[in-house]
């Protein structure tokens, strides 16, 4: 049913982020959620006049509901709401950073240990770690030593991390993903928080 927009003032349409509003809401009837909470079947050029005697705007807050669910409201408090939420469940949002360890099947021992100590500190911080070995030349003929490292250091690592995705062959390269021991972070954080000081006593404060 084509709507015929209601004299006045002119109401703004369809905004940037594809919420309808207004003129731009072409299906009707619709469900109209007043400000108590009781829900309505209404036509829409009904509620749309109902927003402009209130001086606010139809805003379609459920398009995919049959019918689709508007409310009047001001549509700019509303969309600051919505951006203040987001902002707000994106700051929970607890972000893993990937740390990439890299090495040879000819790494050194003195190599060796310092990426695995390296890893595990990534790891006790939180953090996950990638283990990529790579292949140079004629070493993708003998990557069975790449493996036996791998394998070598999976058993190091043990104590500081969990295997998520075991060695695989991704070209001249083979990978391993570690994650951090549930806990592990939050332990290390409270470790590593300021202990009180305790002054000493005065004497006869006794």
């Given at each position: 049913?084509?709507l015929q927009?209601?004299?006045g ?9 594809g919420t309808?509003i207004?003129?731009?809401i072409?299906?009707?009837?619709i469900?109209?959620?007043?400000e108590?909470?009781?829900?309505i079947i209404i036509e829409?050029?009904?509620?749309l ?8 705007d139809l805003v379609e807050?459920?398009?995919n509901?049959?019918p689709?669910v508007?409310k009047?409201?001001?549509?700019g408090?509303y969309?600051?709401?919505?951006v203040?939420k987001?902002k707000?469940a994106k ?8 740390k990439?360890?890299?090495?040879h099947p000819k ?7 310092y ?7 990534f790891l006790?911080d939180?953090m996950?770690?990638?283990?990529i070995?790579q ?5 993708m003929?003998?990557m069975d030593?790449g493996k036996?490292?791998?394998?070598r250091?999976?058993?190091d690592?043990?104590a500081f991390?969990?295997?998520e995705?075991?060695?695989r062959?991704e070209g001249?390269?083979?990978?391993s ?10 332990a290390k954080?409270?470790?590593?928080a ?5 002054e ?7």
């Amino acid at each position: 049913m084509a709507l015929q927009p209601p004299r006045g003032r002119q109401m703004p349409n369809r905004q940037s982020d594809g919420t309808r509003i207004n003129e731009d809401i072409r299906i009707s009837p619709i469900r109209l959620v007043k400000e108590e909470g009781e829900a309505i079947i209404i036509e829409t050029h009904k509620a749309l006049q109902m927003a402009k005697d209130a001086g606010l705007d139809l805003v379609e807050v459920s398009p995919n509901a049959k019918p689709p669910v508007c409310k009047i409201i001001n549509y700019g408090k509303y969309k600051f709401e919505q951006v203040k939420k987001a902002k707000a469940a994106k700051a929970k949002q607890h972000v893993v950073k990937l740390k990439e360890i890299k090495m040879h099947p000819k790494t050194a021992e003195n190599d060796y240990q310092y990426r695995i100590k390296q890893a595990g500190e990534f790891l006790q911080d939180g953090m996950k770690v990638k283990l990529i070995m790579q292949f140079r030349g004629r070493e993708m003929a003998h990557m069975d030593y790449g493996k036996r490292l791998m394998e070598r250091a999976k058993e190091d690592l043990a104590a500081f991390g969990d295997l998520e995705m075991d060695s695989r062959v991704e070209g001249n390269t083979m990978l391993s993903i570690y994650g951090p021991k549930r806990g592990a972070a939050a332990a290390k954080k409270q470790q590593d928080a300021p202990k009180p000081v305790t002054e000493p006593m005065a004497a006869g404060e006794a």
